[in-house]
């Protein structure tokens, strides 16, 4: 399971409200609430704003590393860049996208959606895929060229 406990932790450090949070990452205090008690998994986009905010890397908040400062800060999350390295990953280990599916317990259609760009990939796949492969959520959404997670 996924842990969001820092989440917590650098709203705190920084003296904000779930509200003050909610108005910087675009959504309800509910939501902000839900996160930080792993009720729901926080979407990508909203991760990255919270990395952007913080200035720390996504795989510190993940708890993939105990790094914060990340190498860059990307407003925008570019799902084809993200598609690209997901495949590469596939390949690198002799994975069709069925095998990948499976390993990610989804469609073979969400597989191609991913790396082709369609679709930005869900939080919770990209955790696996990090964590199986032992690869940078950084680095997974371009934030990085280190593959590897840093701790």
């Known amino acids: 399971m996924m842990n969001f406990d820092r989440l ?3 709203r705190e450090e920084q003296d904000l409200t779930q509200t003050e949070i909610g108005k910087i990452v675009n959504t309800t205090k509910v939501s902000i609430c839900n996160w930080e008690k792993g009720k729901e998994i926080i979407p990508l986009k909203k991760l990255n704003m919270y990395s952007n905010y913080f200035n720390v890397s996504l795989d510190y908040i993940l708890s993939l590393s105990n790094k914060k400062i990340p190498s860059s ?10 598609g690209n390295r997901i495949k590469e990953i596939r390949k690198e280990h002799n994975l069709s996208q069925r095998d990948l599916a499976k390993i990610l317990n989804t469609s073979c259609s969400n597989i191609c959606y991913y790396e082709t760009g369609k679709n930005l990939i869900l939080t919770a796949f990209a955790y696996q895929i990090c964590l199986k492969f032992n690869v940078s959520m950084d680095w997974l959404c371009g934030k990085t060229d280190d593959k590897l997670i840093n701790n």
């Open 73 to 82: 800060k990307i407003s925008f999350l570019d799902s084809e860049l993200i």
């Open 8 to 10: 917590y932790f650098l």
